[in-house]
């Protein structure tokens, strides 16, 4: 069985379908008067410190081991990590332990969870600036993944992409880096969900699906 991945880092032995690409939104970012910056995304944080250098000076809670291995890897300091790869988990954890914080949450322009209007709605004081936004990769119809493929979707706009560019065989089984994108999958599709929020995580649960299904 063919597994693809449709995130924009290609992986040995997999085959690769970026849908989405990623554009700078702002020329700039000013950084007072906050102490801590959040982000959600790998991107996000690979953005805020292309835009301001000194991005990487100030603490950031992230979401997701990805995001926190991408800030640590280009110099930043994680304040803090969240448990589940979901907006709303780290949200609650930001206004238990970091409510005398003053966050600026760098985004991409579509988010699947308003973190500062649940945030502010507990007090705590957080504002916000769209950093990049997103767009589909647009494909021929004869690049299509092969009937019977296993198709790895590391957010909800892959799946949105993926959509927008070829109708769903019922022969694809899915698998998703959390229940946050899997709500995004259609209805009658097969899917797994990854044991870890990791691009790694995914083709290790691809892979087991391709070799259970070949001893079948």
């Not at 997999?14 to 849908?19: D, E, G, Q, R, V």
């Not at 992409?161 to 065989?169: A, S």
Request: hydrophobic share 40%; charged share 20%; with cysteine.
């Amino acid at each position: 069985m063919s597994i693809y991945l449709f995130s924009s880092t290609p992986k040995k032995g997999i085959i690769s379908l970026p849908m989405i690409s990623f554009t700078l939104y702002k020329k700039e970012i000013h950084l007072e008067p906050y102490d801590t910056l959040l982000f959600t995304s790998k991107q996000a944080v690979k953005s805020a410190y292309t835009l301001n250098i000194q991005a990487k000076n100030i603490p950031a809670l992230a979401i997701g081991s990805a995001t926190a291995k991408q800030i640590v890897s280009l110099g930043g300091t994680i304040l803090y990590q969240a448990k589940e790869f979901y907006g709303k988990v780290l949200s609650e954890e930001i206004i238990k332990k970091f409510k005398q914080k003053r966050i600026l949450y760098l985004r991409p322009k579509v988010v699947s969870f308003d973190a500062k209007a649940f945030l502010q709605k507990a007090g705590v004081f957080i504002e916000e600036e769209i950093i990049y936004e997103t767009s589909c990769i647009c494909y021929a119809p004869e690049q299509k993944p092969m009937k019977n493929a296993i198709l790895i979707f590391t957010s909800p706009s892959t799946i949105k992409c993926f959509l927008r560019n070829f109708d769903w065989d019922e022969s694809y089984t899915a698998v998703v880096i959390g229940k946050a994108t899997q709500k995004y999958l259609p209805l009658e599709c097969v899917y797994e969900i990854a044991n870890e929020a990791l691009i790694s995580s995914c083709i290790e649960k691809a892979k087991e699906i391709s070799l259970t299904s070949n001893t079948k």
